[in-house]
């Protein structure tokens, strides 16, 4: 059976222990899905690469560089990035990605034959 997780693991920051990117993997019947919890980012914030059968999802909000005077700031302002070891057998094109509502699911096809390794960023639709 075809199973593209091996194990999932973070980038080890402070800013990924304070602001973690959840996710969610879930088996859709015939493909994957990794679901992640990105609200207040744009499309153009997000990132997602495939590369040595590792997908990584990176999410970075610019600092704000505004004149405001602030009493207190929770907004986060930075970096994200979670990394999930894939089966090698799983190639860009079985990869695609949406972003709505501040949930981005990256969807894994399911197959069961073998393919080269292709490093690559995933467009986000």
Known sequence: MFRPFYWTYDCDTAASQA???????TDAGDHYEVITELPGFAKD?????????VLTIRAEKKDQKDTAKYLRGERYHG???RRFQLDKRVTPEDLSAKYEDGLLTVSIAKKDDEHTKTDTTIQIL
């Open 45 to 53: 914030e997000i990132a997602i690469t495939l590369k040595d059968a």
């Open 19 to 25: 602001a973690a990117m959840r996710a969610d993997i």
């Open 79 to 81: 970096a994200l990035e």
